[in-house]
């Protein structure tokens, strides 16, 4: 087993379920102190116990108060930040013209505010060799139908995440984001028309050139290879995990 995590101090937004929860989990096991940042307060204390994290913080991403009094609490505790891995994301499934003002400003809040004032919170207290992975997307360089304002926020999160890379290449920070393709998440089976059948899960399946949905781990592990040192040359990268759906 690695320990490339050994005394670092992570924080996980979105880290109460799917892919923010495999990575938080994935950490603590090479040896980090985590805390999770999630809204979902019942998850992530269950999550945080099962697993042996650091209570975690619960409140809403998109509240820069919020997200700079974790990044002070977690100073306060640990001493220090060295990873910061923005998972926390939301989506709509809707065509442009069937996306109210409500839906359009929720997923530029959460998914474009929310991973800008984490990253902000972050970079203002992290010390040389501090990392940051931010959550892109498939369709943060690509475009879909049914799907424009998330296409959107992950667009701008692909491109806050090169800028940040930019500003801090000489601080020894890296930012760096994951562009994940299908997940077998709670995400993937939200905000749909219908209940999700197993044909349903097949078809979306059958988009994927390796046929499959991917398991929360096989993204996290990327993440934490983002995360680590043993990265140490890369910053402003868009990752895909995504068996080749980009690559068409
Ligand atoms: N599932 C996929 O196929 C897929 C593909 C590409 C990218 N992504 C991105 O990966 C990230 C993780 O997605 P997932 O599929 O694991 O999702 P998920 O729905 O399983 O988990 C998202 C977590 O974020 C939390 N969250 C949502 N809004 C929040 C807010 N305002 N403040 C704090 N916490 C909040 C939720 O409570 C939840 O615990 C997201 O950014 C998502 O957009 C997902």
Sequence with gaps: MTNDFSAKVAVVTGGASGMGA???VLLASRGANVVIVDQNAAAAAELSMTHDLAVPQIGDVSDSAFCDQ???DTIDRYGQLDVAINAAGVIVRATAAATSDEEWHRIMRVNVDGTFFMCRA?????????????????????GADGVAAYCASKGAVHNLTRALAIEHAKDGIRVNAVCPGEVDTPMLRSARAEPVSSDMLENIAATVPMGRLAQPVEVAEVVAFLASNRSSYMTGAMVSVDAGYGAR
């Design 122 to 142: 972050a970079v203002r207290s992290m010390a040389w060799g501090g990392t940051i992975v931010n959550f892109g997307s498939i369709w943060g360089d690509l």
């Design 22 to 24: 495999a990575t938080a």
């Design 70 to 72: 974790v990044v002070a």
